[in-house]
């Protein structure tokens, strides 16, 4: 499968790793290139530098051509405007989109977004953890 | 009306002020403590400190019976997010996004935020306009009509020059409505009024036909 991960942070880049060793066809963006250092060595993917939430960027990523989207940036609002424009302007079939604020993450959601939110479900797992 | 501005910057401040003068009951929502201080001092107590993006902090400045969200920070995604949580949320029936790079215009259209502003483009315009040579200047666009104001002016060597305007073949939605030439008052073309060089045309058009009706009156 081709997939499109905007945003080469901790995250970004283990889910590249793993999806690439798995033999899926990853494409990394991010801002700043020294993000890409997270990668690991023997990754084959492409990694691209530039905003996810540009057109003319996500294009070059061969938006065009992928089965999935992933926002995993930092910003909340950047992966929300990011995954619209792949869903809704380029038809991405799947688009999953990073929310770390669970009240717009629930917004989102209920748009037709599949989003998911790292504080409710951290939030969930540890009391959870605590409590067994 | 009840508007709501998220974003205290300068785009903020002076939106504010002018909204005010108007009569209008306006609240603004910006993230720095300091910036709304300075409101505070400035305009009264109409700055409330919170993340306009927030569904929590939208509830608690009343943006369900808002009639109005305006959007205008410097960061194009947060205007969007701000803009769809008013709209999906809160069913404000009409909002207004600042944005910054002109290529997220039909983006956010789109995305559901009824009214764009790009400050890069109306930037742009303006400064294209200063340059003598420039064909045509945007006056005025009603957005829901879909219809522009132009001013187009005719060069010495167009071959409209001499021709009536009967004798143009004028492109659909386009109406001249008024010639203003050098030394004479303002007239209001007819379909035997003969254009003349450098005659300034103030026309009805749509965007559509724009170019062609720019082509038709310059033609050479």
């Given at each position: 499968?081709k ?9 970004g880049?283990?889910l590249?790793?793993?999806?690439d060793a798995?033999?899926?066809a990853v ?6 290139s020294?993000?890409?250092r997270r990668?690991?060595?023997e990754?084959n ?19 065009e051509?992928a089965?999935?989207?992933v926002?995993?940036t930092?910003g909340d609002n950047?992966?929300v405007m990011?995954?619209?424009?792949a869903k809704?302007?380029f038809?991405?079939?799947r688009?999953?989109?990073r929310?770390y ?6 917004l ?8 998911f939110?790292p504080?409710?479900i951290?939030?969930?797992m540890?009391?959870?953890k605590?409590?067994? | 009306?009840?508007?709501i501005v ?9 939106l504010?002020k002018?909204?005010l003068?108007e009569?209008h ?11 709304c ?8 107590s109409?700055?409330f ?18 009639d109005m969200f ?8 947060d ?11 809160f ?5 207004i ?8 215009e039909t983006?956010?259209?789109k ?12 930037i742009?315009e ?19 009509k879909?219809?522009?104001?132009v001013?187009?002016?005719?060069p010495?060597e167009?071959?409209t020059v001499?021709?009536?305007i009967?004798?143009l ?8 409505s ?6 004479h008052k ?5 379909a ?5 060089a450098?005659?300034q045309i ?19």
């Amino acid at each position: 499968m081709k997939i499109v991960i905007m945003g080469c942070g901790r995250v970004g880049a283990q889910l590249a790793g793993l999806l690439d060793a798995e033999g899926h066809a990853v494409t990394v963006l991010d801002i700043d290139s020294y993000s890409f250092r997270r990668l690991p060595p023997e990754f084959n993917g492409t990694a691209l530098i530039g905003s996810g939430a540009d057109e003319e960027t996500l294009k070059k990523a061969g938006i065009e051509e992928a089965d999935i989207f992933v926002a995993l940036t930092q910003g909340d609002n950047r992966n929300v405007m990011a995954a619209q424009i792949a869903k809704h302007i380029f038809n991405v079939p799947r688009v999953v989109c990073r929310i770390y604020d669970p009240l717009r993450q629930e917004l989102y959601n209920t748009l037709g977004l599949e989003t998911f939110s790292p504080t409710t479900i951290f939030a969930q797992m540890l009391k959870g953890k605590l409590e067994s | 009306m009840y508007i709501i501005v998220v974003g205290g910057g300068r785009v903020g401040y002076y939106l504010t002020k002018a909204l005010l003068d108007e009569g209008h009951e306006v609240l603004v929502v910006e993230k720095s403590a300091i910036v709304c201080e300075s409101f505070t001092d400035l305009l009264g107590s109409i700055c409330f400190r919170g993340d306009g993006c927030e569904a929590a902090t939208l509830a608690e400045v009343g943006t369900a019976r808002a009639d109005m969200f305006v959007a205008v920070t410097g960061d194009d995604e947060d205007n969007l997010v701000a803009c769809q949580v008013a709209k999906h949320k809160f069913n404000v029936p009409r909002t207004i996004a600042r944005i910054r790079n002109p290529k997220n215009e039909t983006i956010f259209k789109k995305l559901g935020v009824d009214v764009t502003v790009s400050s890069t483009n109306i930037i742009l315009e303006h400064i294209e306009e200063e340059v003598p040579t420039h064909p045509l200047t945007h006056l005025l666009t009603i957005r829901d009509k879909g219809l522009e104001i132009v001013q187009i002016k005719i060069p010495p060597e167009s071959i409209t020059v001499g021709k009536t305007i009967k004798e143009l073949s004028l492109p659909p939605g386009s109406t001249l409505s008024l010639i203003i030439r050098k030394e004479h008052k303002p007239i209001i073309p007819k379909a035997n009024t003969i254009l003349q060089a450098e005659d300034q045309i103030i026309a009805v058009t749509t965007p559509e036909s724009e170019e062609t009706l720019r082509t038709t009156l310059r033609g050479t």
